[in-house]
Nanobody, 113 residues
Framework: QVQLVESGGGLVQPGGSLRLSCAGT??????IYWYRQAPGKQREEVAA???????VYADSVKGRFTVSRETGKDTVYLHMNSLKSEDTAVYYC?????????WGQGTQVTVSS
């Protein structure tokens, strides 16, 4: 079983930045996915990073968000810049291990003036 813990969310003004963290024992061996869910909307994938560090992004965040990890470390980061009101959501990290999805508890990001 994998336990994931997200942190780093908060209230930020439009145009601001936040860095989210996802920590979990052993996650350095797996691809990690970042999702978000806004009120009344479905959960959507925003970024993913492979074990080797290759990343992909949703079009809505491309050029503004960066996902990173340090080789061999059990933490993955989501750097969010130029935040917009539509980025407001609960952000979750996810790992798939032997066909099972594991989720963290989520961290709230609110972009508002």
């Amino acid at each position: 079983q994998v336990q994931l813990v997200e942190s780093g969310g908060g209230l930020v003004q439009p145009g601001g930045s936040l860095r989210l963290s996802c920590a979990g024992t052993g996650i350095s061996s797996y691809a990690i996915y970042w999702y978000r869910q806004a009120p009344g909307k479905q959960r959507e994938e925003v970024a993913a990073i492979t074990r080797g560090g290759s990343a992909v992004y949703a079009d809505s965040v491309k050029g503004r968000f960066t996902v990173s990890r340090e080789t061999g470390k059990d933490t993955v980061y989501l750097h969010m810049n130029s935040l917009k009101s539509e980025d407001t959501a609960v952000y979750y990290c996810n790992v798939k291990v032997l066909g099972t999805d594991y989720w963290g508890q989520g961290t709230q990001v609110t972009v508002s003036s």
